[in-house]
């Protein structure tokens, strides 16, 4: 995806590394997939979020995994860490860890 405040990061993909914790309540009266939240259905929202077009920063692209995902009425609260891969030669990655609750 494009991210990244420098202008060498502009018109260009990076690779990124998402990962998505997300604390649910689960309908036990329904056994089927619309009893939980759906890994794919916050996958695609990840994909919709990172294709949507440039991002300066990680903390703004894991503002809008946290909304996303905390949009869903079964989410009670999330955690999204956000790797660059590719930005320095002498770390495997750098990036921020986000959490959020829903407000009751």
Do not use: C
């Not at 995902?69 to 989410?75: E, I, K, Q, S, Y």
Request: proline residues 1%; negative net charge; hydrophobic residues 40%.
């Amino acid at each position: 995806m494009e991210i990244g405040v420098h202008a060498h990061e502009r018109g260009h993909a990076q690779r990124v590394r998402i990962n998505l914790e997300a604390e649910t309540v689960r309908d036990e009266d329904d056994e089927g997939i619309s009893g939980v939240v759906s890994y794919e259905d916050l996958l695609n929202g990840i994909k919709d979020i990172a294709g949507s077009g440039h991002i300066d920063l990680v903390e703004i692209l894991g503002d809008r995994v946290l909304d996303m995902t905390l949009a869903h009425p079964r989410v009670v609260s999330a955690r999204v860490t956000i790797e660059k891969l590719d930005v320095f030669g002498d770390v495997e990655s750098v990036g921020a860890e986000m959490s959020r609750t829903r407000a009751r």
